[in-house]
T-cell receptor, first 114, second 113 residues
Framework: ETGVTQSPTHLIKTRGQQVTLRCSSQ?????VSWYQQALGQGPQFIFQ???????GRGNFPPRFSGLQFPNYSSELNVNALELDDSALYLC?????????????FGPGTRLTVT | GESVGLHLPTLSVQEGDNSIINCAYS??????FIWYKQESGKGPQFIID?????DKRQGQRVTVLLNKTVKHLSLQIAATQPGDSAVYFC????????????FGKGTLLTVNP
């Protein structure tokens, strides 16, 4: 177990709705990254937060947004859900910002958009 | 564009054999590579990493080899066990202050008893 937790485990939403996913990072880790993993694909980077500020962003539209809190937990918000947003959403925590450090993944939230 | 790809999408081995999973990367600026194992219904699990100033690194039953000349990465698993059955991903960091990991599509390893 990595110590990274995510909630909820599964979620079903309707197209056009909004969703909030939550992540608690491993103790002592100040950086959280979010990834989207479509079925049969590798994870795709959404964005990273370091000490409550966005540190970088992948090729995702603005309706994907995030927050990091003083305790380093994080939220991923997706507005105006589309069918293609159906995926496993993973968060990963690490001790320092950037990609060149061990990132420990949570179990993911499976989002289904109907 | 930048990409990380795998030569073999599936690999089937007998229990006790050694397994080799390969990965090609295209960004010569990448300076950090990680192998992850992902079991069904779980998040990726860190296996081993290697930085570009090394060409080999060993862990418990696993070895990662990095060939920067041909931009190739491999994961060797010794004495493969049924519990090793999973999808294996290689991921790269493209160097400097780059903030993200780029993942390949994965290789499904099946270990037959």
């Amino acid at each position: 177990e990595t110590g990274v937790t995510q909630s909820p485990t599964h979620l079903i939403k309707t197209r056009g709705q909004q969703v909030t996913l939550r992540c608690s990072s491993q103790s002592g880790h100040n950086t959280v990254s979010w990834y989207q993993q479509a079925l049969g694909q590798g994870p795709q980077f959404i964005f990273q937060y370091y000490r409550e500020e966005e540190n970088g962003r992948g090729n995702f539209p603005p309706r994907f947004s995030g927050l990091q809190f003083p305790n380093y937990s994080s939220e991923l918000n997706v507005n105006a859900l589309e069918l293609d947003d159906s995926a496993l959403y993973l968060c990963a925590s690490s001790l320092a910002k950037g990609g060149a450090y061990e990132q420990y993944f949570g179990p993911g939230t499976r989002l289904t958009v109907t | 564009g930048e990409s990380v790809g795998l030569h073999l999408p599936t690999l089937s081995v007998q229990e006790g054999d050694n397994s080799i999973i390969n990965c090609a990367y295209s960004n010569s600026a990448s300076d950090y590579f990680i192998w992850y194992k992902q079991e069904s219904g779980k998040g990726p699990q860190f296996i081993i990493d290697i930085r570009s100033n090394m060409d080999k690194r060993q862990g418990q039953r696993v070895t990662v080899l990095l060939n920067k000349t041909v931009k190739h990465l491999s994961l060797q698993i010794a004495a493969t066990q049924p519990g090793d059955s999973a999808v294996y991903f290689c991921a790269e960091n493209s160097g400097g202050s780059n903030y993200k990991l780029t993942f390949g599509k994965g290789t499904l390893l099946t270990v037959n008893p």
